[in-house]
């Protein structure tokens, strides 16, 4: 199915602040990137008419370059200034016969690293789990490092949990078998939602340290979510996105009073970001 | 002096002031107010001004006192009709008292009052009933002259977003030109829009501003002092840059001497460590990361002392450095913070200054404007003076209703225009209702005029709306001291009309309580030490909404079972329906949180929202299916559409068209189905069709009458869209921008959600939307929850100080003035609450308990602080005892129980679901003879059809043409004759530049281009006739005759200054039934259309429009003007008369003439038909010579005036 694509925001306007995401996110890379001087770089992205002009475009630039130096200094942390080794091709079989291919990136000598410039959500965090437990997987037992930003643009490098090769294959059988589900029905799996409700759920596990499998969980992130989307009547949240709304019309997401859903989606969440919840939560308090 | 006790005892002089709490009767009162207007003092209606806040409001209340006259005008004609009568109502009662008290003036009679009844009847169309502003502007067009608007009057432009956010836009973009005011934008508000919403804020407007001039030496002083913190910034960067690890492992020992808390410990060693990483780093010094500035705030003395475990702040040179960073830091802070508070009022200011500028280049004016225009004009003491003598005569009279909304200005402009010696001036409102502070409504502008009111305020204290339980109820609540939070705004004690008095809600025949208190149960949370802990608001809200539901279905379930019933003021029982149930929500968000509470438990509800149907899902959905439509042969868009909720179909079904060609075409067969119907039929057939099928399933689901109605909505809505469109590619592209710019459409009316169900619903309502209105139960489950406001950068607070209402900005705050503040916004929840509760007619409800943030909510200054010596607290037992407090101040009308648990049940099916809507019968009488007149229609005698046209060129030219067009010896130019060419001349001499044609007797190079524009916009001249050069040429000479043709006034058109004349003058004139034979007789007499003797129709009744060519002033008087393009035989005087008398153009311009006439003695001050009326020229433009002039007798013209105004009989 082809969904109809959201319209911008007036096109025709020239940039007068870069606010959105992708423009923040373009700036930042390009200026990361560019280690030190990057007037080379803005000189592009102003000709490309991505920033504001004159002096709102050096504000917008002087903030791109204070967020590429917070994340820079991460980077450098993990790579000592260090040029990444050359890709590797890698292969796995896992238990039950399924063939992995795939080639390894950002390799260093302390590990995997991933930058991300911007905020860190469950998305991004999915995409480094499943690097780290490939490469583990693959024999390649090193530490994997996500770098990104917080939201209040400072710099921060969150290191992925490193299970033995044994663990990080079950694991990724667990998530292949997922993700084939997903490939059937619809699964009810949110990314963001569910790396939220994930760390919800480690940060009260960590306080309460006795609560076993099976004990009633706390559904409130997808309930606030699902309120949310309620009050907000043009709220771009996962739920609202227009795909899962056509998938999942006429049910409430949020598990209110569906035991089966709500079951689901913890299950899919805790499935996918158990390990690296509890590894932020220890990180990051 | 006592005060009036009813609107039979107000005196009708002076300004009056009529305080009507809730449900008093107010436009009872109104009516009577007007009706002694027009009976005692012999005004129309055309002379009392009736104004009052809403566009809606105005319909209700025009039909309200046409109906008061139509009784009067029928108690008149009865015998004796001041007497009593046995079979009278309330109604009738009052307008008897009227017609005695009336009767009882000199000279004056039943058949005389029954005059001035039945004319103001029939006058009621004309009379000026509207909106404040609405009359604001009709007084700037009415009275241009004087106002400045007298030629061209401004469009009225309703919403002002787009054209305020282009101006703050430009704002924005000059930041681009200097580095500090782009640093103080991007860092507080982030972008346009941000400061868009502070600097827009409706209740900015005539507020003085708490804040010294922004002088160039203060910004001077502030960049020096910005400059020097900067350099001591980098300064003490350099120094910590220099830190070594001995430094850091000295400040480490240190640390864990001081701080034996681990977290407080732990959180200064990575701040230090992070504060060292900014200084070696190559990130900018100012604005530092949070962590950085959170780090050096963590050192500052006040931190360290506040912890009670530190023994001795850190010593050492690192931690001094940590200490004047932070103070650095603050001072830097400080000094942005200064700076944002100057650029956003420099934004103010150039808001001011630009908005009216935009809106004059646009031909526009908003609502505001209009009435700061007036303003300015009345006050310009020479024309301003005039004007108000003007209008003081036109309009000696006012009611204003809903005067606490009113603000400062408007208050002003009625003060000049109304209060004067012969002035009438009635303001009728309630101060305790004001709850429009948020769009710039000022209750302190309605207390000043009640100050300024001539004797005592008229108190209107007998409901007519709720029973007696209740308003002993509404006694409890609010008859106490200071309850409004406002010393001149007080409750006076209400006690029910006796035909209204037993109104209540019966539960198993016996009443229930007015008012029935719900006690939260503890929140069951506790602190450490046991002591408990306030519900939090979104627990609260959810358990709150679950009560709400679970009574309304008790109560509609009693009720089908015989248990619950409504009892009238006569004694009369009937069952409770849903629609008697009212739930009173505070905004959008609670409205749909309630409707879907409401409807998973079955129970049908029906919200009255100011939200736009285009953020619905619907309108999500109906983009889905117009993608399908833009390209029939897409087949994963085609699939989409079939996955729409309106189509309906599910994964499996629409998975069959991946593996299934003849399903897939049967799916392309549907999609290319549906776009022919749109190309052929429009989107609403279309849509009408799909709804109507996919309506039983939609009306399964919950909300399903919601989406049905926005479907239908939205179906009406594309097709209006579709009349303006190009295809349906087009139609998607407007679709799709009006669902991205859904927030802003929430204004508009056509977009706005309308009400889902005609059939019996709970009524769901935000409490300004339920105002004005009454429901039997009304539930106020919201008002337990309070809500903080969020403070915002740069602060801005609106408060009054003095009676003046003031802005304070950023460090203008002082605490004073935001406790101040706080209190007017408070005052403004009391009067919202007390709105709340005043709709009720038989029970309401409302729900109390320790919630967070209650502390702020309207509930809890009337139950635990005001009239009390000191506050309640706050907390479970606090609660508890202030709701006892209040039943015992009325323990008959007020109940408490706990909250409603149970569970909540399902609705399963309502009494009076069967209902068949009909429609109603017309047994109106509608007057067949009534048309719209123009002069074509007259000439052609027609009393019928369609064809009104008042162009000019146009019509009437078309009939000449015909007639004169194959004259001999211009037959080469036939194709330039006729309308056609008639319209493109009048198009040019419309739009031409006068003086450029001054003496010329060709086109000037610069208007030939208008001439071919006007000549093709009339698809002239046609192929293998004439060349456009010549076609130009014949344009050019018509334009060149008529301005420079000689006039006999002693000017020529070209010298004639663009605001002394106005193109295309268009009128109206009401035609009161005239006998046409009057009118001929009366023109004969004056020697005009001597060869004619009627119309084909007996009577003229209706409208007179035209439109006259050009009208314009010279030496003081004004001419009229028409242009004709026939083509004559000779251009002799002899001539032209002919063509005047075969046109019948005498008859033309008397008409045009009377128009004239009317319009200036409205417009013009002094006004005198010999003195200002000038002449008449009709100008034959093919020839110079062609000018004929004429001026019409003022006799004539005055008993045109009289026979079209029905005055005739009089004067004949």
């Known amino acids: ?285 | 002096m006592s005060a009036p006790r009813n609107a039979l005892d107000l005196p009708l002089s002076g300004v009056r002031v009529v305080e009507a709490s809730a449900g008093t009767g107010k436009t009872f009162a109104i009516a009577t107010l007007y009706l002694r207007l027009v009976l005692e003092q012999a005004l129309t209606p055309e002379q009392i001004v009736v104004a009052t806040f809403t566009r809606a409001a105005t319909a209700e209340l025009s039909s309200r006192l046409r109906e008061r006259l139509r009784l009067a005008s029928q108690l008149l004609v009865q015998p004796d009709p001041a007497m009593p009568r046995d079979d009278d109502n309330g109604d009738t009662t009052v307008t008897r008292a009227v017609i005695a008290q009336a009767l009882s003036l000199e000279g004056v009679d039943a058949a005389v009052l029954q005059h001035r009844a039945r004319d103001a009847e029939r006058a009621m169309d004309t009379a000026m009933i509207g909106t404040l502003h609405g009359f604001c502007n009709r007084v700037s067009s009415e009275f241009g002259f004087e106002t400045g608007h007298a030629l061209t009057p401004p469009e009225l432009l309703d919403d002002l977003r787009t054209l305020q956010n282009e101006i703050v836009d430009d704002f924005w973009r000059a930041g681009s030109a200097d580095a500090d005011a782009a640093r103080v934008l991007t860092q507080t508000w982030g972008s346009p829009r941000a400061l868009s919403r502070q600097a827009t804020d409706p209740r900015w407007r005539g507020r003085e501003i708490t804040l010294d001039e922004t002088t160039p030496e203060t910004m001077q002083m502030l960049r020096e002092q910005r400059g020097a913190a900067l350099a001591w910034l980098d300064a003490l960067r350099n120094s910590i840059a220099g830190w070594n690890d001995a430094t850091m492992r000295e400040a480490d020992t240190e640390l864990a001497a001081c701080f034996p808390n681990k977290s407080a410990r732990a959180s200064r060693v990575r701040g230090l460590r992070a504060v060292r990483g900014w200084a070696i780093s190559s990130m900018a010094s100012w604005p530092p990361s949070g962590v950085v500035d959170k780090a050096a705030e963590s050192f500052s003395p006040d931190a360290v002392r506040a912890l009670s475990t530190c023994p001795r702040p850190p010593q050492g040179p690192a931690f001094q450095a940590m200490i004047d960073l932070g103070k650095t830091f603050a001072d830097l802070h400080t000094l942005d913070a200064a700076a944002s508070v100057h650029v956003l009022r420099d934004e103010r200011a150039f808001l001011e200054r630009e908005l009216p500028a935009r809106l004059r280049g646009l031909g526009k004016i908003g609502h505001d404007q209009a009435v700061d225009e007036l303003a300015r004009a009345l006050d310009d003491t020479k024309r301003g003076a005039r004007a108000i003598d003007a209008i003081r005569k036109r309009w000696p009279a006012a009611l204003v209703d809903e005067f606490q909304d009113t603000d400062p200005a408007q208050w002003r402009i009625l003060q000049k225009l109304f209060v004067h010696d012969a002035g009438t001036l009635v303001l009728v409102g309630d101060p305790k209702q004001a709850i429009y502070g948020f769009r710039g409504g000022d209750v302190h502008a309605y207390l000043a005029a009640r100050a300024c009111a001539d004797g005592e305020p008229m108190r209107l204290e007998i409901s007519q709306r709720a029973g007696a339980v209740v308003d002993d109820a509404i006694n409890a609540l609010f008859s106490r001291e200071n309850a409004f939070a406002e010393s001149a705004i007080a409750h006076p004690d209400v006690r029910a009309a006796p035909r209204i008095a037993r109104r209540a809600l019966l539960l198993d025949g016996r009443s229930a309580p007015g008012l029935q208190l719900w006690r939260l149960p503890p929140s069951g949370k506790t602190k450490k030490d046991g002591a408990g802990l306030p519900w939090n608001k979104s627990d609260a809200q959810r358990i709150l909404e679950k009560a709400c539901v679970t009574r309304i279905v008790e109560l509609l379930a009693a009720a089908h079972a015989g248990g619950a019933q409504l009892r009238d003021g006569d004694g009369a029982l009937r069952p409770l329906v849903a629609g008697d149930l009212a739930v009173l929500v505070n905004d959008n968000a609670q409205a749909y949180s309630m409707q879907r509470a409401l409807s998973e438990a079955g129970v049908p509800a029906a919200s009255c929202l100011r939200a736009s149907v285009y953020a619905s899902e619907e309108a999500g959905d109906l983009l889905l299916l117009l993608e399908a439509l833009r390209d029939p042969t897409d087949a994963r868009r085609a699939r989409a559409a079939q996955a729409s909720l309106l189509i309906g179909k599910d994964a499996r079904q629409i998975a069959i068209s991946l593996c299934d060609t003849a399903a897939l075409d049967t799916l392309l067969d549907q999609t290319a189905n549906w776009a022919d119907q749109v190309e052929r039929h429009g989107p609403l057939a279309w849509l009408h069709g799909l709804i109507a099928q996919a309506a039983p399933r939609l009306l399964a689901m919950p909300g399903g009458e919601r989406r049905v109605a926005n479907y239908l909505q939205l179906a009406e809505l594309l097709q209006q869209q579709a009349d303006a469109c190009f295809g349906i590619d087009d139609l998607c592209d407007v679709h799709a921008r009006a669902l991205a710019d859904a927030d802003a459409n929430a204004e508009g009316d056509a977009a706005r959600l309308r009400l889902e169900t005609d059939a019996q619903a709970v009524q769901i309502a935000t409490v300004h939307a339920a105002k004005g209105l009454e429901y039997g139960v009304v539930l106020l489950p919201y008002a337990a929850l309070g809500k903080q406001i969020k403070k915002r950068k740069p602060a801005l607070t609106w408060y009054h100080e003095d009676n003046r209402a003031r802005v304070a900005i950023g460090e203008g705050v002082t605490e004073t003035i935001a406790a101040r503040a706080d209190d007017e916004l408070l005052a403004e929840e009391v009067r919202k609450f007390y709105v709340g509760v005043t709709r009720t007619c038989a029970a309401c409800v409302l729900p109390w308990g320790w919630v967070n943030q209650g502390l702020h909510s309207a509930a809890h200054w009337l139950l635990h602080t005001a009239g009390r010596a000191a506050p309640l607290a706050f907390d479970d037992a606090g609660c508890a005892q202030a709701l006892e407090d209040l039943r015992l101040r009325a323990p008959q009308a007020i109940a408490i129980e706990a909250l409603p648990a149970g569970p909540a049940g399902r609705l399963t099916r309502l009494r009076g679901d069967d209902h068949v809507l009909r429609a109603r019968r017309f047994d109106g009488r509608i007057e067949r003879d009534w048309w719209t007149w123009s002069f074509s229609r007259l000439v052609r005698g027609e009393s019928r059809g369609s064809n009104s046209d008042p162009r000019p060129g146009a019509g009437d030219e078309m009939a000449i043409a015909d007639a004169d067009s194959p004259t001999a010896n211009i037959q080469n130019l036939s194709t330039l004759a006729g309308s056609r060419f008639g319209s493109a001349v009048h198009a040019a001499l419309e739009r031409a530049d006068f003086s450029l044609w001054h003496g010329v007797t060709t086109a000037p190079e610069t208007q030939r281009d208008l001439l071919e524009r006007s000549l093709r916009a009339q698809g002239l001249p046609r192929a293998a006739t004439v060349s456009l050069e010549r076609a130009i040429e014949i344009a050019g000479d018509c334009v060149s005759n008529a301005l420079n043709a000689p006039l006999s006034c002693g000017t020529r058109l070209c010298e004639i200054a663009p605001e002394r004349r106005r193109a295309e003058l268009e009128f109206h004139l009401r035609l009161a039934p005239t006998r046409v034979g009057d009118l001929f007789a009366l023109m004969h007499a004056h020697g005009y259309q001597r060869g004619r003797n009627g119309v084909g129709a007996e009577r003229l009744n209706g409208l007179l429009t035209g439109v006259i060519d050009l009208v314009f002033e010279h030496a003081d008087r004004y001419h009229l003007v028409d242009y004709k393009t026939n083509l004559l035989p000779a251009y002799d005087t002899e001539s032209l008369r002919a063509a005047i008398d075969v046109h019948d153009y005498d008859l033309q311009y008397l008409l045009y003439t009377l128009a004239l006439h009317r319009w200036l003695q409205r417009a013009l001050h002094g006004y005198d038909y010999e003195t200002h009326i000038g002449e008449v020229y009709y100008l034959f433009v093919r020839d110079p010579r062609g000018i004929l002039r004429d001026r019409p007798a003022r006799e004539l013209i005055e008993a045109m005036d009289a026979l079209f105004d029905a005055r005739g009989e009089a004067r004949a």
């Open chain 1, 1 to 285: 199915m082809r969904l109809p694509r959201q319209l911008e925001d007036d096109p025709d306007l020239e940039p007068l602040a870069p606010k959105d995401g992708l423009t923040r996110w373009r700036l930042t890379t390009a200026l990361l990137a560019h280690d030190g001087d990057a007037s080379d770089a803005l000189a592009t992205l102003r000709a490309h008419g991505e920033l504001p002009p004159g002096a709102l475009g050096e504000q917008a630039s002087h903030a791109a370059a204070n967020r590429a130096a917070a994340l820079r200094e991460r980077v450098l942390a993990f790579t000592a200034g260090a040029a990444p080794a050359s890709e590797t091709s890698l292969t796995i079989e896992l238990d039950d016969g399924t063939r992995l291919a795939g080639s390894l990136a950002g390799r260093y000598a302390a590990g995997l690293l991933r930058v991300r410039a911007g905020i860190v959500d469950g998305r991004h965090v999915l995409e480094a789990w499943l690097d780290a437990l490939f490469a583990i997987s693959g024999g390649n037992s090193v530490p994997t490092v996500l770098a990104a930003l917080t939201d209040k643009d400072d710099g921060l490098a969150f290191e992925l949990p490193q299970p033995s090769p044994r663990e990080a294959r079950e694991t990724l059988q667990e998530l292949v078998a997922l993700y084939r589900a997903g490939l059937r029905a619809p699964l009810p799996f949110f990314p963001r939602l569910s790396w939220k409700h994930a760390r919800q759920g480690a940060k009260q596990a960590q306080k309460t340290s006795n609560l076993r499998d099976g004990q009633a969980f706390d559904l409130s992130v997808f309930i606030k979510a699902a309120e949310q989307s309620d009050n907000d009547y043009n709220d771009v949240d996962e739920f609202s996105d227009p795909a899962a709304a056509i998938v999942w019309r006429g049910r409430d997401l949020s598990g209110r009073g569906d035991a089966v859903l709500a079951q689901y989606l913890h299950l899919a969440a805790s499935t996918v970001f158990d390990d690296p919840a509890r590894a932020w939560v220890e990180q990051f308090k």
